[in-house]
């Protein structure tokens, strides 16, 4: 099956700064790669997705990157701000089936 | 509107018991799917259905776990003999349909097991 890895684990910026975060998956057939944010006790909550025919999304302040001969995707965040400290997780996964998670990436901006 | 709704919040039980956990999907949504998350890990994939049928459940631990969605709506997710082990979130998702990739989670249910 899927296994997805993330690192790091935990990530600490100062405000305004930019923050990476990045995935590997190992089926090749994955072909939808979603990024959640979790706050401490909330549901985690869809912030950007990028499916395999794409190379590159960006929403305001986030960005995230494919690279499927790589089996690797990462989450761009620039200008942090300390509202965007959370659990970030990365997931993918092959259509029809379910997600598999990354481990999480704790990150903490610092005012 | 309404978003994925879990029902209890929060669950104590003792070692042994039966539980239930309760989710409400986004109206509408035909794809349901059960996660549990363990402190500090990623959501894990326990089982998920399309309409009232299970499609897969090969994520459920052991026969001591059960899922339904018998009107192809609520689900409730069935844990008999609870253990300690099975303390955890339990986290459920809706989509609008089966080959739709994007899903939305509910607060999940805290069960703890003492």
């Known amino acids: 099956g899927e296994n997805v890895e993330q690192h790091p684990s935990t990530l600490s910026v100062q405000e305004g700064d930019s923050a990476v975060i990045k995935c590997t998956y190992s089926?090749?057939?994955?072909?939808?790669f979603p990024w959640y944010k979790q706050e401490l006790g909330k549901r985690p909550q869809l912030i950007i997705d990028i499916r395999s025919n794409v190379g590159e999304k960006k929403d305001q302040r986030i960005a995230v990157t494919l690279n499927k001969t790589a089996k690797h995707f990462s989450l761009h965040i620039t200008e942090t701000q300390p509202e965007d400290s959370a659990v970030y997780f990365c997931?993918?996964?092959?259509?029809?089936?379910?997600?598999?998670f990354g481990e999480g990436t704790q990150l903490t901006v610092n005012p | 509107g309404a978003g994925v709704s879990q029902t209890p919040s929060n669950k104590v039980t003792e070692k042994g018991k039966y539980v239930e956990l309760r989710c409400d999907p986004i109206?509408?949504?035909?794809?349901l799917y059960w996660y549990r998350q363990s402190l500090g890990q990623g959501p894990e994939f326990l089982i998920y259905?399309?309409?009232?049928?299970?499609?897969?459940d090969s994520g459920l631990p052991n026969d001591r776990f059960f899922a339904v969605r018998p009107e192809g709506s609520v689900s409730t997710l069935k844990i008999q003999r609870t253990e300690r082990g099975d303390s955890a979130v339990y986290l459920c998702?809706?989509?609008?349909?089966?080959?739709?990739?994007?899903?939305?989670f509910g607060p999940g249910t805290r069960l703890t097991v003492l």
């Open positions: 109206s509408g949504h035909t794809a």
């Open positions: 259905f399309q309409g009232t049928g299970a499609a897969d």
């Open positions: 997931a993918a996964r092959v259509s029809g089936s379910r997600l598999t």
């Open positions: 089926d090749s057939a994955s072909n939808y």
């Open positions: 998702a809706s989509s609008p349909g089966f080959a739709t990739d994007t899903q939305y």
